[in-house]
């Protein structure tokens, strides 16, 4: 196997929260509690999370939005932190990104031609070939060329989202890290913008990094999956095999709370008791998940378990992964 | 025995480009103890249509029909009747959780308030009454955190105390508008959990607003589809399910990624976007958009065209949509 | 197709905007006749016909030393659009630069910034400007530097409380990964989105600073004579206040009108401005 074209190593984020005394140090909160993942040249992983469960905050350290607070982060084998000036530039224009909110990340006040030619700023492009970039990245999502000399406002959310594709796509990246890039969209929008990432991946061989809190979203884009839990990742592996036969319990759990459109389903609840449902992030021993498992056991609060290999390109962080997976299909 | 009974709803909003139709003449008829879902994109009027029957509607917006709840038009009610309906006969949980709660109020105190507004309660009865609502609602601890603020809460909690100040004087009628859009899913099936338990026990009718099928399917008993404005299909949410019958719903239904579906299989699309409230064509709202719009569906709003007793939609090419599904 | 409304077409509708619009025209039109012509030499002295009453060779009448008022107060106008203009150019171009600065650097950089400005706003504008002319003289040229200062802290907070609201935007995380630098992104994006604000705020501050320039010409640390002043003007009137109230009368309102003109501007263009307003979402 190739190297891999992003890798994080053991990445902890930890954020300081407002002082609430002046006689105490700040408290702090772990976004990330030591991620390892690795995402080769090609290939689209999707990473599933709840909001707190750090997802987001990875997607921005494995662009080098944010420094991570300890681990490293490695593009095509390089220290995105100790970067020269040159493999910086090369950086920003190997991996992109596509936000959520269509109507925040595009500014009201620039031209679509402008925005969409933002990324290639540093490379001294004369007008005419900014101009035919532009053109040809935006025929590329579905967009007009006469398009480039109207204003955000005049387009559509889904629309939208086409112009912010055609941003990450202009530089010809290797990496698009794409983060909820559907969840602000209406149901009958979002197929468009899912089936036009699945051409970009087949036409370009773009790798993917897709962050989504919708599995369903996550299952039809992407090959493999990461599922996040208060700052770890839990389980890893293919979406069919993940969701058919999940190994960690909270990937169980979330399968289960999907709403899907059959009448009267049965359902199954992860939290046992009435659990708190606030995010801490207690780092006392044990696994994360002890307090809300249904199959919790006296093991799970004195020992965290490690994300082990259990089965081919499998991971979990799970100590009865085995006993899990054998459950009954949660859906 | 009828408990709502909404006739020729409309509502006109005012727009920087002129009046809109944002509800477009919606009837329908809602049993007590009836449990019905609103399904619809944003912009189909779904919202608007509970704002009017509230008298919550924004500056400028007009509306006219009728909705009689328990024999009274709720339309014609002045805003001093109004507020004895809501909050009393009617409870209310709107989609955001922070801002429906008043930061700089405890939440015991908000949901005593309710309390001794519309049942006329002592401070110390109504107390007692708080903490026994907010530990159904299954608030932790109900006794002690009766005094905390929202920001103490999380928000799958906070969507609890709102829920708890709309059971306050046990209502008839619930609605709950995308009451969980704002939360995560495991949080969400907990509250969709906890709304379906309590309207089961305390007999009330329920109408429940989500852009979302899965939600509408598993916790209500019969569904109207909303799509610029106008109902373009209502039945019994087995029926509508099982047979999408408008060629909006059959849209819909085949945009949704489904899990397990698997990669590479190609979602079908609607074309277009769903369009600005003043774009909206007069006659049939989905007929830019339509695969199967001929021109006469620009001429009217479709008629309402029955499938079988429990089942209809607003279509004039029901035939082939049926066909082709 | 967009949904905007002409910008022009709301603005006839708007009916404060509409009002202002017209009273700062007059500012404006009566300071530009004066340039080429007035009734009188503005400083003229004609002491046999001091103190007359309006009439038609003096529409406004003459004051304590014979100058035609009607002239003066023309001749005012351009005094007080003169220090207006520059006083707030000033303020402007410090204050915003400050604000964008604070707003894009964070950290200590950001807290200095503000606290020197809190500093200044701890002092009221006519007291600094009193302070300023006491050290450096009185004088129009002073008095122009000292309502310019008071205006840095004002434009320097708008700025920076705008401009924190820009940096959340995910526009500017989009630039960032296109690898641009604070100071590109405050001058190719924050600064084109916070425009309207500082826009408005400008009006208002040139209200205000209509307002301290008479203030101090009425206490004699502006406008030095021969110069027009509507401050000075009623500083002179003042002695005169039983004789002849007219005399305070006519600078009054010119002041009044000035700046209720610009306010009324400054409103408009705030609900103008709005693009929520203008366009749909």
């Known amino acids: 196997m190739s190297a891999p074209l992003l890798e994080l190593d053991d990445v902890v984020k930890r954020y300081a929260l407002p002082r609430e005394s002046l ?108 101009q035919a970039a532009v053109a040809e990245v935006l025929a590329s999502v579905g967009l007009r060329p006469a398009d480039a000399t109207k204003y955000p406002h005049e387009f559509s959310g889904g629309q939208r989202q086409r112009i912010a594709v055609a941003r990450a796509l202009i530089t010809k990246p290797r990496l698009i890290i794409a983060d909820e890039p559907v969840s602000a969209l ?99 021993a044990g696994c994360p998940c002890a307090d809300r498992c249904p199959y919790a056991r006296e093991r799970c609060r004195v020992e965290a378990p490690p994300l082990r290999e259990v089965g081919a390109a499998r991971r979990a962080a799970c100590h009865f992964a085995e006993e899990v997976q054998t459950l009954p299909g949660p859906a | 025995m009828t408990l709502l009974e909404v006739d020729d709803l409309s509502v006109v909003l005012s727009t920087a480009r002129g009046p809109a139709k944002a509800v477009r003449k919606v ?20 919202s608007m249509t509970v704002l009017a029957m509230l008298g919550l509607l924004p500056e400028g917006a007009r509306a006219a029909g009728q909705a009689r709840f328990e024999g009274r038009d709720l339309l014609s009610l002045d805003e001093a009747e109004l507020c004895r309906v809501r909050g009393d006969r009617i409870g209310v949980v709107f989609q955001e959780p922070m801002t429906a709660l008043n930061p700089l109020h405890s939440v015991g105190r908000q949901v005593a308030e309710t309390l001794m507004l519309h049942r006329g309660m002592s401070a110390g009865a109504s107390r007692r009454e708080a903490i026994r609502l907010l530990d159904r609602v299954g608030i932790p601890q109900a006794a002690r955190r009766v005094d905390a603020y929202p920001h103490q809460f999380s928000g799958g909690q906070r969507q609890r105390v709102t829920i708890a100040i709309a059971l306050a004087c046990g209502p008839d009628l619930l609605i709950a508008d995308e009451p969980t859009t704002a939360l995560d899913v495991t949080i969400q099936r907990q509250i969709l959990d906890l709304i379906a338990g309590l309207v089961e026990e305390d007999k009330m009718a329920l109408i429940l607003i989500s852009h979302d099928l899965g939600v509408i399917a598993e916790n209500v008993g019969r569904t109207l589809v909303m799509y610029g404005g106008a109902l373009v299909e209502e039945g019994s949410t087995s029926e509508v399910f099982a047979r999408p019958s408008h060629p909006y719903t059959q849209g819909l239904f085949r945009a949704r990624p489904r899990l397990g579906a698997g990669r590479g299989t190609r979602l079908s699309t609607i074309k277009g976007a769903v369009p600005e409230l003043a774009d909206i064509p007069p006659g049939c709202p989905f007929a830019g958009r339509c695969p199967l719009s001929i021109p006469a569906c620009d001429a009217a709003l479709p008629a309402s065209v029955p499938i079988s007793a429990s089942h209809a939609a607003r279509c004039i090419r029901l035939d082939v949509a049926l066909g082709s599904a | 197709m967009t949904a905007e409304a002409s910008f022009e077409r709301r603005a006839l509708h708007h009916p404060s905007f509409a009002i202002g619009s017209a009273l700062v025209l007059l500012l404006l039109a009566t300071a530009a006749i004066s340039l080429a012509w007035t009734p009188w030499p503005p400083s003229e002295l004609d002491i ?51 604000g964008a600065i604070a707003a894009a650097s964070k950290g200590w950089v950001e807290e200095v910034a503000m606290r020197i400005s809190d500093f200044t706003f701890a002092f009221p504008a006519i007291l600094s400007a009193i302070m300023l002319t006491a050290l450096l003289g009185p004088g129009i040229v002073n008095s122009i530097v000292a309502i310019g200062i008071f205006n840095i802290p004002v434009f320097a907070r708008v700025t920076r409380a705008s401009a924190n609201a820009v940096w959340t935007r995910e526009f500017i995380l989009a630039a960032r990964v296109a690898g641009k630098n604070r ?22 501050q040139f209200a205000t600073a209509i307002l301290a320039e008479a203030a101090l010409s009425y206490l004699g640390l502006g406008t030095q004579p021969p110069q027009a002043s509507w401050g000075r003007m009623l500083n002179e009137a003042q002695n005169l206040m039983f004789q002849a109230p007219r005399l305070a009368i006519y600078p009054g309102i010119a002041i009044a009108l000035s700046v209720l003109g610009l306010n009324l501007v400054g409103d408009g263009l705030r609900d103008l401005l709005d693009p929520r307003l203008a366009r749909r979402r």
Not at chain 1, 33 to 56: N, P, Q, T
Not at chain 3, 183 to 204: F, S
Request: include cysteine; hydrophobic fraction near 45%.
């Open chain 1, 23 to 130: 006689r105490q140090a700040p408290r702090q909160v772990v976004a990330l509690a030591g991620v390892s993942l690795a995402v080769s040249a090609g290939e689209s992983l999707g990473l599933v999370g709840e909001s707190g469960s750090g997802k987001s905050t990875l997607g921005r350290i494995a662009i080098a939005l944010e420094p991570a607070s300890s681990g490293c982060v490695r593009f095509e084998g390089q220290d995105v932190a100790s970067l020269t000036a040159e493999h910086r530039r090369r950086l920003r224009r190997d991996v992109q990104m596509v936000f959520q909110d269509p109507y925040g990340s595009l500014d009201p006040r620039r031209t679509i031609g402008w925005i969409v030619a933002e990324p290639l700023w540093a490379q001294h492009l004369d007008r005419a070939q900014r």
């Open chain 1, 186 to 284: 209406d149901v009958s929008v979002q197929a468009q913008v899912l089936n036009l990432l699945e051409d970009l991946q087949r036409e370009f061989g773009v790798t993917f990094l897709l962050i989504s809190h919708d599995l369903a979203v996550v299952d039809h884009v992407c090959e493999r999956v990461a599922v996040m839990y208060r700052g770890r990742i839990v389980e890893e592996g293919s979406p069919r095999a993940l969701f058919q036969a999940p190994a960690h319990p909270y990937t169980r759990a979330l399968i289960a709370a999907m709403p899907r459109p059959v009448p009267g389903r049965r359902r199954e609840r992860f939290e046992r008791a009435n659990g708190t449902g606030i995010a801490s992030s207690g780092e006392g």
């Open chain 2, 27 to 46: 009837s329908f008829a809602l049993a007590r103890g009836e449990t019905l879902g609103v399904v619809g994109e944003s912009g189909s009027g779904k």
């Open chain 3, 183 to 204: 100071a590109q992104i405050t001058i190719e994006h924050v600064l084109p989105n916070i425009l309207p604000v500082i826009i408005v705020q400008a009006t208002i």
């Open chain 3, 48 to 98: 046999p016909h001091k103190l007359a009453l309006p009439s038609a060779a003096h529409v406004f009448g003459t004051d304590s030393l014979g100058r035609d008022v009607a002239s003066l107060i023309m001749a005012g106008a351009r005094n007080s659009i003169l220090v207006g203009v520059i006083a707030v150019a000033i303020g402007l171009v410090a204050g915003t630069a400050i």
